[in-house]
């Protein structure tokens, strides 16, 4: 897999929490050690970004929240399930056209091989 510089460096950062802490936790630990060890990198972030729904000109808050927001430029959706579903992938890609960001990333930290809990999106 070729990413861009940026997923690259998010990557590395989830390979270290995932090696340091292995599957089976709750999402919101890996999203905090992932925040941290991202913070750790220099590499900026909000955690838990508000994502309003413009709906008819009007801008509508109803409560979604994009996980990690990296850099203005990139999406991760953390996950901590047995298996990713369409579910997933249709979340991610809807929080990417809401925000008006191109690239994001599905991470899967529930898994034996973290490569295996990787995936890429580009809108």
Do not use: W
């Not at 340091?20 to 890996?30: A, I, K, R």
């Not at 994502?51 to 009007?58: L, M, R, S």
């Amino acid at each position: 897999m070729e990413f861009d510089e940026l997923s690259n460096q998010v990557i590395g950062c989830a390979i270290k929490v995932h090696r340091e802490l292995g599957p089976g936790l709750l999402e919101s630990t890996y999203e905090q050690c992932l925040a941290h060890e991202l913070k750790l990198n220099g590499i900026a972030f909000r955690l838990q970004h508000p994502q309003p729904v413009e709906y008819k000109g009007i801008r509508l808050d109803c409560g979604y929240r994009i996980d990690i927001l990296v850099a203005d430029a990139l999406i991760l959706e953390l996950k901590s399930v047995e298996e990713i579903k369409g579910v997933h992938h249709a979340q991610l890609l809807t929080y990417m056209k809401l925000a008006g960001v191109k690239t994001g990333l599905l991470i899967n930290f529930n898994v034996t091989k973290f490569k295996n809990g990787i995936k890429r999106f580009v809108l």
